[in-house]
């Protein structure tokens, strides 16, 4: 079946540091009855390959892609794998496979012979529910136009009511392109990164109003629509948190989606995908976005409750610690993907100084240990000072009782959220593990975060790896931080649900601190329940000990977080392509610039000495 993609949409410049690609390439303007630009795609370049990119602002027709015929189902592939033809065309297959040890003619025969290539090593047997994982993530892959682009948010046969959990979002599909890139099978990864910089810049409109033009959405949707009686087309059907309950903005949505293009060139080889002009120019609307000069007074990144992974009302508004490990770790990838030029050079300045300040920020005002804690319970309030010791006006009768208990004298963490008068104390799984990964955190700090984790095994762990979010909220806090929402009831959901996908992100954390045997002894924990609890999107109970009661079988980051935990596990040096090490050229940068207005200079100086311990 011969398919062929479209997409119409309207031009408009855009602001800041962008510049406008060329739009001279294979690009067909006529005079249709839309306004604007067609671009036609050619499909007869490598599945892989997209026309130049246009930047426009509305969206006249989502993404289509028509087949000559009604009768195909081209959403859903089973049992997905790259060829061979694509993977001998792509340029990077001799240095993936062949240059690592193998034999190109041997690959050939072993292809036509049906042996599965793979970049995992030989000799280990993968365990049944390795097997069963691998045929539920391919049996969850979404094709659009004849290519693998994403994988569904789920994929229950049993599920009659799936809301939005047959869609691809960007946060959910990060574990599965890590665990096919892994695998050696980088063309999914490839098309997904290069379709959803498609969706970045069209219209996104609430009552009305639209948000800023570097928003990725928050998933995508591929729907067939009927041409005629002979034709239908796939759509690309994005959602920008219009449709989303609560109406919540994808902020962390392009965060990962830099995240992920760096991860993809780095374990693929295939750096000039992030050097395209369309690539260079998502990667500055993202930056421009989250840049923007606003009222606030942190270097930390401002935004509404429901924002990130915990996308319902769960009091993290504000500056929470999963958006700043994020943030960091996507201005760190930014500034090693962008091309060094005169138009990006102001632009890099920025990102070196956000970095600074955002990580001095972190580590000095969000940290707290045994000793933080006895600080703040002796502080001073109202303090109207350039010296004062007590910045945000904490009153140190919001200090928790249960954290006088639970904190360990050898470990500490990032709490959730800071803010005037306001310090959430609650432990947050992603923020404080991503802060290790991203080295938000220090290395004494990272340290502490996973003797904490060890030490509160059963708080944090329990049944089932990890906890989202400890301890949960309950009684009238849950009444009044949640509107008494029925599905984030104490332990369950976002309220403190064990939710299995953080595997990979912890295996990863454990790596870089080596402390593997953490992570090996989680995985293992898991490994002996998801298969046979049909692997659920969260657990509830304070120990994750059921299945959550709202929770969706068969959840695809579930799968692919198991599967990317037990290749790192298999090959740690993997893991090095994937975190961050110490920045200490960050440390030497200051931008407060204090001195020059006769005040005192900024505590840098200070805290660099456990800074670099």
Known sequence: M?????????????????????????????????????????????????????????????ATCCSSSNSSKPNYVAGYSTTLETRVNDKNFENIYVQGGGDLDEIVENEQNGKILSSEPTGRTESQSEKEAWRLLREAVVTYCGNPVGTLAANDPGDKVPLNYDQVFIRDFVPSALAFLLKGEGEIVRNFLLHTLQLQSWEKTVDCYSPGQGLMPASFKIRTVPLDDTKVEEVLDPDFGESAIGRVAPVDSGLWWIILLRAYSK??????????????????????????????????????????????????????LEIQSLFYSALRCAREMLALDEGSKNLVRTINNRLSALSFHIREYYWIDMKKINEIYRYKTEEYSTEATNKFNIYPEQIPHWLMDWIPEEGGYMIGNLQPAHMDFRFFTLGNIWSIVSSLSTPKQNSSILNLIESKWDDLVGHMPLKIVYPALELEEWRIITGSDPKNTPWSYHNGGSWPTLLWQFTLACIKMGRIELARKAVDLAENRLSTDRWPEYYDTRSGKFIGKQSRLYQTWTIAGFLTSKMLLENPEKATLLFWEEDYDLLEICVCALSKTGRKLCARGAARSHILV
């Open 267 to 320: 374990i693929t080889g295939d750096f000039a995908m992030q050097e395209r002009v369309d690539v260079q120019t998502g990667i500055k609307l993202i930056l421009n976005l989250c840049l923007s000069d606003g009222f606030d007074m942190f270097p930390s990144l401002l935004v509404t409750d429901g924002s990130c992974m915990i996308d319902r009302r769960m009091g993290i508004h504000g500056h929470p």
């Open 2 to 62: 011969k398919f062929g993609c479209r997409l119409l949409i309207q031009s408009r410049s855009v602001l800041g540091f962008i510049n406008i690609p060329n739009l001279n390439r294979n690009i067909h303007i006529s005079a249709p009855r839309f306004t604007g630009l067609r671009c036609a795609i050619n499909q007869t370049q490598k599945p892989l390959s997209v026309s130049s990119p246009i930047w426009g602002r509305s969206r006249v027709f989502p």
